[in-house]
């Protein structure tokens, strides 16, 4: 079975640029996570879908960051415009029930 | 806010010993609790999910206890091998959020010794 696959898995952008991330879930899986993960802490999650819904965005900055899952499978994250504090590592996460299955994540740095 | 706190951020052992790693929550009483690991560079892995009417759960030579009286896990690692040096993360289910949602700790790092 094909894991979470997510692209690209390094990105260096500038303050103020944009950019977006993309997740193709496991197949089948109904509910996907975005997680920002900054160094040396846990996951903090950002959004939640369930098929194209979002169930839980309390903690995406919205003034910048946005995600859309269109279909119910693909999703992206999108952040624009960057700032310094957006360096961390974004994770996408998929689940049929309460476990949670995650890609490689895509590690952004903003200069 | 609930707040969760792993017992170390660094954890040195030697090889076949038993690991022991500590979360410790401080408000509410989660439904269930969840136990990752994470290698350098790679997304986290799901090891184990403990429910809160369940005082242990084992998994080879994993195992975790959930103590509501305590609000803490303890995560165990039996005759530990080298290939176990990672980070574990505990997860505690968003009391008041959607089906999966979920808190994570800051994770505590394992090294094991040959």
């Known amino acids: 079975e094909a894991g979470v696959a997510q692209s690209p898995r390094y990105k260096i952008i500038e303050k103020r640029q944009s950019v977006a991330f993309w997740c193709n879930p496991i197949s089948g899986h109904a509910t996907l996570y975005w997680y920002q993960q900054i160094l040396g802490q846990g996951p903090k999650l950002l959004i939640q879908f369930q098929n194209n819904g979002v169930v839980d965005d309390s903690q995406l900055p919205k003034d910048r960051f946005s995600a859309e899952r269109l279909k119910g499978v693909d999703s992206t994250l999108k952040i624009q415009p960057a700032k310094l504090e957006d360096s961390a590592v974004y994770l996408c996460?998929?689940?049929?029930?309460?476990?949670?299955?995650f890609g490689p994540g895509t590690r952004l740095t903003v200069t | 806010s609930q707040k969760i706190e792993q017992n170390s951020e660094a954890l040195n052992i030697q090889e076949g010993k038993t690991a022991t790693l500590t979360c410790n929550y401080t408000?509410?009483?989660?439904?269930?609790l969840q136990w990752y690991r994470q290698d350098p560079g790679r997304g986290p892995v799901f090891l184990l999910l403990i429910r809160e009417n369940e005082k242990e759960k084992r998994k080879e030579r994993l195992k975790v206890t959930f103590d509501t009286t305590l609000k803490q896990s303890l995560f165990h690692i039996t005759a530990s091998q080298p290939a176990d040096s990672a980070t574990y993360l505990c997860a505690l289910e968003n009391y008041g959020g959607s089906q999966g949602n979920l808190i994570f700790g800051k994770g505590t790092k394992l090294s094991v010794k040959p």
């Open positions: 996460a998929s689940s049929l029930d309460l476990e949670q299955y």
């Open positions: 408000n509410y009483s989660p439904a269930y």
